[in-house]
Nanobody
């Protein structure tokens, strides 16, 4: 089993930056890839970024050029650097990992962008 824990959320003003981290424990060798999703109040969970098997990273259109995802499967870690944050980025951010054909989710980390 794999357990994911996120950290690094908080309150930031528009235009500011935050860095989210995700640390996996357990059988980290079984992790195929990492991804980040977010869920704003009253909305469905939304894709943010995902590493592909060939090493490339896909980003949701509205975060391209502002967010950068890094992952290290060997270490069981992933991070999401978020720059030039906007109020629309306010959401609970979740790290996920593909493990043996299933998706494992972290507990979520609140990001609030407000003046």
């Amino acid at each position: 089993q794999v357990h994911l824990v996120e950290s690094g959320g908080g309150l930031v003003q528009p235009g500011g930056s935050l860095r989210l981290s995700c640390t996996a424990t357990g059988d980290t060798s079984a992790i195929a890839n990492f991804g980040w999703y977010r869920q704003a109040p009253g909305k469905m969970r939304q894709f943010v970024a995902l590493t592909l098997n060939d090493g490339r990273t896909n980003y949701y259109t509205s975060v391209m050029g502002r967010f950068t995802m890094d992952s290290d499967r060997a270490k069981g870690t992933s991070s999401l650097q978020m720059n030039n944050l906007k109020s629309d980025d306010t959401a609970i951010y979740y790290c996920d990992a593909g493990v043996n054909g299933k998706v494992t989710w972290g507990q979520g980390s609140q990001v609030t962008v407000s003046a």
